[in-house]
Nanobody
Framework: QVQLVESGGGLVQPGGSLRLSCAAS????????LGWFRQAPGKRREGVST????????NYADSVKGRFTISRNVAKNTVYLQMNSLKPEDTAVYYC????????????????WGQGTQVTVSS
């Protein structure tokens, strides 16, 4: 089982930036798809962005394209989510997840999850 630990959440004003980190146990980034998901109160968990283990290819939800960037440091077994131009509607608990399956933003495709980190965008 893969262990994932998120960090970097917090309170930020609209228009601000945060960088989330997801540290994985072991050298898995070459073999797993890593994804960032979020869940706001009363809403379903949704996929934000994913990065492929094989070639580093990425994809994004339309709501974050141009504002969020996913990246990875294979040597540090860490995946990042740089979030810029944050909006109040980005407020949610953000989760990191891993799968050896296909690269998808469907949460049901992922079996290993971190504990989540809260992101609050408010003035």
């Amino acid at each position: 089982q893969v262990q994932l630990v998120e960090s970097g959440g917090g309170l930020v004003q609209p228009g601000g930036s945060l960088r989330l980190s997801c540290a994985a146990s072991g050298s898995i980034l070459d073999f797993y798809v890593l994804g960032w998901f979020r869940q706001a109160p009363g809403k379903r968990r949704e996929g934000v962005s994913t990065i492929s283990g094989s070639d580093g290819s990425t994809n994004y939800a339309d709501s974050v394209k141009g504002r969020f960037t996913i990246s990875r440091n294979v040597a540090k077994n860490t995946v990042y989510l740089q979030m810029n131009s944050l909006k109040p509607e980005d407020t949610a608990v953000y989760y990191c997840a891993a799968t050896r399956g296909t690269q998808s933003r469907d949460p049901s495709s992922y079996g290993d999850w971190g504990q989540g980190t809260q992101v609050t965008v408010s003035s």
